[in-house]
């Protein structure tokens, strides 16, 4: 089966669908899209992800979500007659019913089922005349254009004391739960995790590296515009300077106030037990702060990470047209987040050209507006 396309788009999670809508708000044509994603249904690592800690609302704001238009998703509620508790704060942090239920109504609104294929991953690209050969599990897709939209979610963190009895809050078994949690991690997701454990009538052990930390945005909030990421953009391509810089800007471990004020009050009534150390690992016991942790239930909140670009699909591209990775393995992108001719990296791929925020829902907007504008003038003088 042989597929042929202008526009390839592998991931359907929030920046593949925000790439997709954009698109197609902006004048693309659905004959000429195809997106691919091994789930059956767009949004699905994200809907997992943020079920599995019953998060309410989103971190970020009202203008950040899978649309072109910065209003789209005020507009949306709106019309729907969404009440004001789905707004969230001063900055009007969406509630994850409103974001999704706006995403989604999108996508069938666009259309946009009729160029997805679901359950179908990308397994190698190559490049052959002026576009390339996608081959997936069922079927080679030839085309002009990629954008590679895959995301963060491939790798879940362990940290090197994790023992038999860890499990990781995205990958964990539901069945089985223990009456007594002991939750590892200090960002949003143990939070949020912490107060879905205890509102389930379970006693929780929360354990962090350092007091429970506010910052309202995944990183400052000046790094979402020219202005602030002026020092930033002035490194060019000084990539080892900038990976710190983006290293050091983000703030992992950290989540908004009224989150961690929810937290400290359950710390204060007892319901959780704060513990503040380093995990020791003395054979299979874990330790903090020289005491044993319990250990019926152990749930590690301790992040994702992205795969090593040179352990994707794009592997074989990569050797095939030796491209340029920075000496701490990210690609070498464009402003436009271009690769090579016609291939493009959203996420924490391009990190070094959009700052802190790339992996964030902002990323997905950013990409759209840098990837897709030249995209659509290219095909139109086609
Ligand atoms: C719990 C949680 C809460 C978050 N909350 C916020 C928030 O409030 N605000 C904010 O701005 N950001 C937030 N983020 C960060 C970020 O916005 C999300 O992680 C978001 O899901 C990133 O979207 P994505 O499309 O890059 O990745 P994903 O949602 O992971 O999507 C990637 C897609 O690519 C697909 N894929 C992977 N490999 C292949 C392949 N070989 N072939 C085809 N498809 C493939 C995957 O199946 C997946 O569907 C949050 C993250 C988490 C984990």
Not at 157 to 165: F, G, K, M
Request: some cysteine; aromatic content about 8%.
């Amino acid at each position: 089966m042989v597929e042929y396309k202008s526009l390839l788009i592998i991931g359907a999670g929030v920046h593949g669908m925000t790439l997709a809508i954009s698109y197609i708000e902006q004048g693309g044509k659905l004959d000429d899209l195809l997106i691919v994603d091994p789930n059956s249904a767009p949004l699905s690592n994200w809907t997992r992800q943020t079920d599995s800690i019953s998060m309410s609302h989103l971190r970020s704001t009202r203008v950040h979500h899978v649309s072109s238009n910065p209003y789209a998703l005020k507009q949306f509620a709106s019309r729907h007659a969404y009440r004001s508790n789905h707004f969230k704060d001063t900055f009007g942090r969406p509630s994850l019913e409103l974001f999704n239920n706006h995403a989604l109504t999108l996508w069938d609104e666009l259309r946009l089922d009729e160029c997805f294929l679901g359950n179908e991953r990308v397994m190698a690209v190559r490049k052959e005349g002026q576009g390339f050969h996608v081959q997936t599990d069922r079927r080679l897709i030839v085309a002009d254009s990629v954008i590679v939209a895959i995301g963060q979610s491939a790798t879940v963190v362990l940290p090197e004391w994790t023992t038999e009895r860890c499990q990781h809050v995205f990958t964990k078994d539901r069945e089985g739960e223990s009456n007594h949690v002991t939750v590892i991690g200090g960002g949003i997701t143990a939070l949020h995790y912490v107060v879905k454990r205890v509102n389930q009538g379970h006693r929780v052990t929360l354990v962090t590296r350092r007091p429970l930390e506010v910052s309202q945005f995944d990183a400052d909030r000046e790094f979402m515009g020219p202005k602030g990421l002026d020092q930033f953009n002035r490194l060019q391509q000084d990539w080892t300077t900038k990976r710190s810089f983006v290293t050091r800007e983000r703030k992992p471990g950290s989540a908004p106030n009224d989150l961690v004020l929810k937290v400290k009050r359950l710390i204060q009534t007892d319901a959780v037990t704060h513990q503040i150390g380093e995990v020791e690992r003395h054979q299979d016991i874990l330790m903090v702060n020289g005491e044993r942790l319990d250990d019926s239930e152990i749930v590690l909140c301790t992040g994702i990470r992205p795969q090593p670009v040179k352990e994707t699909f794009l592997q074989p591209l990569i050797e095939q047209l030796d491209l340029p990775l920075t000496p701490c393995g990210t690609p070498v992108l464009n402003n436009r987040l271009e690769w090579t001719d016609g291939l493009y990296l959203t996420g924490a791929y391009a990190d070094l050209i959009i700052g802190p925020f790339a992996r964030a829902v902002y990323g997905g907007q950013e990409a759209a507006r840098r990837i897709l504008p030249r995209l659509l003038f290219a095909q139109k003088s086609v």
